[in-house]
T-cell receptor, first 116, second 114 residues
Framework: GAVVSQHPSRVICKSGTSVKIECRSL??????MFWYRQFPKKSLMLMAT?????????EQGVEKDKFLINHASLTLSTLTVTSAHPEDSSFYIC????????????FGSGTRLTVV | AQSVTQLGSHVSVSEGALVLLRCNYS??????LFWYVQYPNQGLQLLLK??????LVKGINGFEAEFKKSETSFHLTKPSAHMSDAAEYFC????????????FGSGTRLQVQP
């Protein structure tokens, strides 16, 4: 149970274009999702927290106009990298909190974004 | 504020040897603690977690960790390493209510030598 499906797993895009990454909770309702960015050989850095039906909360230093997060339903959250540049190339991972009372988190399989 | 420190960015052990990956945390509230494993270009898989109760936590694949409040530590161990254990391991902390995102340590890459 508690599976988060993340797509695409890999994407290569041209500089200046936008890329959308989707995360779906398959067998539970995810009221809260987290988006992380992971640089090569580095840890996961929280980018933003999205709550269904409300605006995402971005961490300090994360450009909200570049990294658009939408959490329109209880099973889908999307991250759109707008006007992508090579420095946006990274591994992006979503995570959902599982349940309101139990402290568990499940992670998507990640998206490797390469901007050329 | 919460933080996690993982001592040793790389650990190398021989197959069959003890695995010890160190994690120390800082938290202003009683923490929930986690260990995750990540294989290349994949997401994170939960190994084990400590929330409340027994301080020795057993996880998957033979791993276990002990929560030591006095030492603010949550070290991960496995009695006998297997080649398939080679991966990146992350320790993470959450606030007691579990409402916030996890804060991750910098990770430890485990190498297992034949």
């Amino acid at each position: 149970g508690a599976v988060v499906s993340q797509h695409p797993s890999r994407v290569i895009c041209k500089s200046g274009t936008s890329v959308k990454i989707e995360c779906r909770s398959l067998d539970f309702q995810a009221t809260t999702m987290f988006w992380y960015r992971q640089f090569p050989k580095k840890s996961l850095m929280l980018m933003a927290t999205s709550n269904e039906g409300s605006k995402a909360t971005y961490e300090q230093g994360v450009e909200k106009d570049k990294f658009l997060i939408n959490h329109a339903s209880l099973t889908l959250s999307t991250l759109t990298v707008t006007s992508a540049h090579p420095e946006d190339s990274s591994f992006y991972i979503c995570s959902a909190r599982v349940g309101e009372t139990t402290n568990g988190y499940t992670f998507g399989s990640g998206t490797r974004l390469t901007v050329v | 504020a919460q933080s996690v420190t993982q001592l040793g960015s790389h650990v190398s052990v021989s197959e069959g040897a003890l695995v010890l990956l160190r994690c120390n945390y800082s938290s202003s509230v009683p923490p929930y603690l986690f260990w995750y494993v990540q294989y290349p270009n994949q997401g994170l898989q939960l190994l084990l977690k400590y929330t409340t109760g027994a301080t020795l936590v057993k996880g998957i694949n033979g791993f276990e960790a002990e929560f030591k409040k006095s030492e603010t530590s949550f070290h991960l161990t496995k009695p006998s390493a297997h080649m398939s254990d080679a991966a990146e391991y992350f320790c993470a902390v959450s606030d007691h209510a579990g409402r916030r995102a996890l804060t991750f340590g910098s990770g430890t890459r485990l190498q297992v030598q034949p």
